[in-house]
């Protein structure tokens, strides 16, 4: 039986027994059908081909035919040919009133053999340029598969594990397929930007990549017979977010929270920044949240070490709530989800690895409103207990059966999420009224880079390493999905 197969597969990769929690995860997951392998080595179809818009509107371009080619016009009729390395020169007139060459034509470009040049690049497939008295549009089209051997690598490192490439491939490709259209108004599916996915072409292309685009010809990833939204991000820093908390709109049922510890040796797994209450106060001015003193700084988060919601300010102008969301973008943090550590204990718990015991006094026991958590960097060898210095005195806490998840010191009153080996609350003084000292500097630890929805770069190049095959890897970050074979 194939699935009995693939669960076999699988396990090798858990070597440790902690990780057994997650094992029985990704064994309930790992069932990625494909619906027409049968049909695939039969298939005769030509792929389908992708217009690819470049860049914007050009006043511009040259294209040269490397291999020499010809010109056509839109009723396929050829109108002028080129030699080897012949270049067609294109401007719009310096001066007003002078004949734009072709205006109101689209003009082709073919060459002999499949590729030309378009300014500096080279490029599969023939050029559309549409024409017109402002400038030239300009269309790539290309076969989905060549489109990806010039997408892929740039997406991901082409050094990347095979496997990992290949998970790569068919989410570019799911997303290419999906996109058709996309550009609609423009005549075109894609354009060559991040806006849709980077595509250099022929420059781009690499020997690592063309065998991930060649083995996973034509399959694409589905759910409910559409193909799926491939999100993916650089790391998630241990845990990926529902589509839904993140973005809002409805909840995707491929797109759920997945635990991955496989992030954790890539960069942006855990990270800290500094940010003084002088920078806070001057980029917040711009977002019109003005204050001059700030007294203390808290988050709203759904648990902690999840993304902030908000960053709630206590100033002299009162309370201010600014989304977690700007303060990523003004202080270019890697993701939102991070907590605060303002008396230099939270830095010591996150980057301990063995049991710590912290001695020192903060200078203050007014406000210890301590929000102290720290996702384990590794589920089997997190440490083994917690000493957490608070300003109500020390306080203990032992790995709970199954390994760390989140530990977390909660001001009375809150609940704490999660099981009841979590330490019992801190008793937080009343810090409303107490407004005796500033905070000078927000101290941020955070875990990942990007969105963190869909699949984990960083923790699908681990995957890749360790072999799991690349329907693993996307079983892993998107479930109940199915793989689809485009007929071709
Ligand atoms: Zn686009
Ligand atoms: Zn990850």
């Keep these: 039986m194939q699935q009995s197969n693939r669960e076999k597969g699988i396990k090798p990769a858990f070597s440790r027994l902690m990780l057994m929690v997650i094992a029985f995860m990704v064994v309930s997951l790992l069932s990625i059908p494909c619906e027409a392998a049968s049909r695939r080595s039969k298939s005769s179809n030509s792929e389908p081909i992708l217009r690819v818009k470049m860049g914007g509107n050009h006043t511009a371009f040259k294209v040269t035919f490397p291999d020499g080619g010809w010109m056509q016009n839109k009723h396929g009729r050829k109108t002028r040919t080129f030699r080897k390395g012949e270049t067609l020169n294109w401007s719009l007139p310096g001066k007003r009133g002078r004949r734009v060459e072709y205006k109101g034509e689209s003009i082709y470009l073919f060459g002999n053999k499949d590729v030309v040049q378009l300014n500096k690049s080279l490029y599969r497939g023939h050029l559309q340029a549409d024409i017109t008295d402002k400038g030239a549009r300009i269309i790539n089209h290309v076969g989905i598969e060549n489109y990806l051997r010039g997408v892929v690598g740039s997406e991901i490192g082409s050094l990347s594990p095979s496997e990992s490439l290949r998970a790569q491939t068919v989410i570019a490709r799911t997303y290419a397929y999906a996109s058709r259209n996309k550009h609609g108004s423009e005549g075109a599916d894609v354009c060559d930007s991040t806006h849709c996915q980077v595509y250099k072409g022929v420059s781009a292309e690499r020997a690592t990549i063309d065998p991930a685009v060649q083995a996973t010809r034509g399959i694409i990833m589905i759910s409910d017979g559409e193909p799926i939204a491939t999100l993916y991000h650089a790391s998630c820093g241990g845990m990926t977010s529902d589509n839904d908390k993140v973005f809002g709109g409805a909840p995707r049922s491929y797109l759920r929270r997945v635990i991955c510890p496989f992030c954790r040796d890539g960069s942006n797994f855990r990270w800290t920044r500094s940010i003084s209450a002088d920078a806070l106060i001057k980029a917040l001015r711009g977002e019109k949240t003005v204050f001059s003193r ?76 301590i929000m102290i958590a720290a996702l384990a960097d590794d589920i089997a060898d997190g440490p083994a207990q917690l000493m957490i210095l608070t300003g109500s005195g020390l306080k203990r806490t032992l790995r709970p059966e199954g390994g760390w998840q989140t530990i977390g010191l909660y001001p009375a009153g809150d609940a704490a999420p999660g099981s009841e080996e979590l330490i019992p609350p801190a008793k937080v003084a009343a810090s409303s009224g107490n407004r005796a000292s500033s905070l000078e500097q927000l101290e941020i630890f955070g875990r990942g880079y990007g969105h963190q929805v869909g699949l984990c770069q960083a923790g699908a190049i681990e995957l890749g390493k360790r072999n799991w095959s690349y329907r693993q890897i996307l079983a892993f970050y998107y479930s109940n999905v199915a793989l689809r074979s485009l007929d071709y």
């Excluded at 919601?309 to 202080?331: A, D, E, M, Q, S």
């Design 294 to 369: 700030l007294y203390d700084a808290e988050i709203e988060s759904p648990q902690p070490m999840d993304r902030v919601t908000n960053l709630i300010l206590h100033t002299n102008t009162g309370t201010h709530k600014v989304r977690g969301t700007t303060i990523r973008r003004l202080f270019n943090l890697p993701s939102t989800t991070f907590i605060l550590g303002n008396r230099g204990i939270a830095r010591e718990i996150i980057a301990a690895a063995s049991p710590v015991t912290i001695t020192e006094t903060p200078e203050s026991t007014q406000r210890h409103r």
